[in-house]
């Protein structure tokens, strides 16, 4: 569905060119040796980052572990950090690319993912009846990722599940945005045609998503 167009929220804009002039702030002083501004950057990101990581590999612990390893990259190439573009991208791209290479290097191919276990320690949320049929949705959103070609699935994960934007997107992966643009049409492309497919061959069907994959 298509949002209205409303009139620009200024004091909202005026935030967050506050913030964006801050955390430049905070970098020019990393840069400079300062690690408290660099912790503060740490604190800023950190949970998203890991949050990122995770939809690649299952275990938090892992995710945890290679946001860190993250974050000691980022700080020994914050020389290398081009001061008039945004920060954030630029750590996630590093974050993302440091988790792909992990992969590659394991040879993993499972992706995991669409639906992570966050909430693994709470009991079942009693309004749902059932829930080995959340369990199920998982498992099939699981088998229809793993058939989506990688370049394609990164994509499709960080903007429907991560919500980047396309122009983040692209700076993180080092691609034209018209680029990105593309390989999401085609990844949820991809999605709905396997999809479909799986749901016609079972006896028990899952009701097919609409506008991209399905939300947790």
């Given at each position: ?5 409303t009139?620009p ?16 702030r ?51 190439r ?89 122009s983040?997107?692209a ?46």
């Open positions: 569905m298509l949002k209205t167009m009139e929220d200024l004091e909202l804009e005026s935030d967050d060119l506050a913030s964006a002039v801050n955390e430049s905070l970098v020019e002083e990393a840069r400079r040796g300062n690690r408290q501004a660099f912790g503060e950057l740490v604190m800023r990101y950190e949970r998203r980052l890991i949050r990122v990581i995770q939809q690649f590999v299952k275990s938090p612990e892992l995710a945890e572990d290679l946001a860190q390893e993250t974050f000691m990259k980022v700080y020994e914050l020389d290398q950090f081009d001061p008039s573009r945004r920060f954030g991208p630029w750590l996630f791209r590093i974050g993302v690319n440091q988790t792909l290479d992990y992969i590659r290097r394991r040879k993993r191919r499972g992706w995991w993912l669409l639906f992570t276990d966050r909430n693994s320690e709470k009991s079942p949320d009693p309004e749902i009846v059932d829930p080995r049929q959340a369990m199920d949705l998982q498992q099939e959103v699981e088998a229809v990722l793993e058939q989506i070609p990688e370049n394609y699935r990164i994509v499709l994960m960080l903007r429907d599940l991560q919500n980047f934007s396309t983040e997107i700076t993180m992966l080092d691609r034209k945005e018209a680029t990105i643009r593309w390989r999401l049409a085609e990844a949820r492309s991809m999605f709905q045609e396997i999809w479909v497919k799986r749901r016609d061959s079972t006896s028990s069907p899952v009701p097919v998503p609409s506008g991209g994959t399905p939300a947790a």
